[in-house]
């Protein structure tokens, strides 16, 4: 009977389905790398084009079009999943109006979610006297299209990391793994940022935890893309202040001095600050809140 019993399991093991070798996260890193840069160079030629065809010179547009760029990684993971990763490429696109996941409803709430928090971390700095602004122009077709620039450069970001390596890990691994193996190699991939500081990457590290909670909570990539646009577009071209090191140009206010503090680093922006940080974290419990309540409510 025994035997039997053991001739049963390991028929029964034998027919579970293995789990692919290229969604261990050592495999999972390197296929990440080698969309990203396939992505980078796939973009800059695209870039270059357009730059060429349309003969723009302008500093302001040439400076759009750096977040235009992503465009090239966007389109490759789009590729690669559809290609290898159908259950990954499904998980990226809408949501019946109602179901749960992506939807406009998400978009907006992650729209709401970036804006506010950056809008806050700035708000302390102003206030503890650590940054000074002047008005400049408020142009809106030039900050339509920035926006739209700048969610093709999040959204590569998100379709990476939170998209492509969120979804190949939680195959193999549990969600808490994967959501900090995503987060860790989300800071690793802004080390070479301008400014970067060590309170810099924990900050960034932080965002990425917080995003793959919110996929794990979620289930809305839409969500992420959303908090991602809106925190770069309203740190960078509302408010003028470095991203993630990178100097803005044709902003609506211009920073005309700043000091470093507990809230903000002069070569970093605000990421590198302390407040930035508790934002996350806040918010990463928040999500994490929301997913626990929808468990219970099933």
């Given amino acids: 009977m025994d035997e039997q019993k053991m ?8 027919e579970k389905p293995r789990k692919p070798i290229r969604h261990m996260i050592w495999v999972v890193a390197l296929i990440a790398l080698a969309l990203m840069i396939v992505g980078e160079l796939l973009g800059g030629f695209i870039t270059g084009f357009l730059t060429a065809l349309l003969n723009i010179q302008s500093g302001e547009m040439l400076f759009l079009f750096m977040y235009f760029t992503f465009i090239g990684i ?13 259950p990954v490429f499904r998980s990226f696109g809408y949501r019946t109006p109602g179901g749960e996941g992506n939807t406009w409803k998400n978009f907006g709430i992650g729209l709401l979610v970036g804006f506010g928090m950056n809008a806050l ?28 620039f700048v969610c093709i450069q999040s959204g590569a970001e998100e379709l990476l990391c939170r998209g492509y390596m969120m979804g190949a890990l939680r195959d193999r691994y549990n969600v808490w793994i994967a959501a900090a193996f995503n987060a860790l190699f989300f800071g690793a ?18 965002v990425g935890f917080a995003l793959s909670v919110a996929m794990i909570s979620l289930d809305s990539l839409w969500f992420c893309i959303a908090v991602h646009t809106a925190w770069n577009f309203s ?16 902003t609506f206010l211009h920073l005309e001095a700043a000091k470093n503090s507990f809230f903000y ?17 806040v918010l990463t419990a928040v999500l ?11």
Avoid at 74 to 86: A, M, N, R
Avoid at 121 to 146: K, T
Avoid at 288 to 298: S, T, V
């Fill in 121 to 148: 971390c700035i708000l302390l700095a102003w206030l503890h006297g650590d940054i000074h602004f002047s008005v400049g122009a408020f142009r809106l077709p030039y900050l339509l299209l920035a926006l739209v």
């Fill in 74 to 86: 966007d389109l490759i993971v789009l590729l690669y999943t559809g290609l290898f990763e159908k």
């Fill in 7 to 14: 001739t049963e399991q390991s028929v029964s093991e034998a």
């Fill in 265 to 281: 680093d002069t070569g970093f922006g605000v990421e590198s600050s302390c407040p930035a940080v508790i934002a996350m974290l």
């Fill in 288 to 298: 994490f809140w929301i997913g626990k309540k929808k468990k219970a409510d099933k």
């Fill in 189 to 206: 991939l802004h080390l070479g940022n301008n400014g970067v500081t060590a309170l810099g990457i924990v900050s960034v590290v932080a």
């Fill in 235 to 250: 740190q960078s071209i509302f408010f003028g202040l470095p991203n993630s090191g990178i100097v803005s140009e044709g």
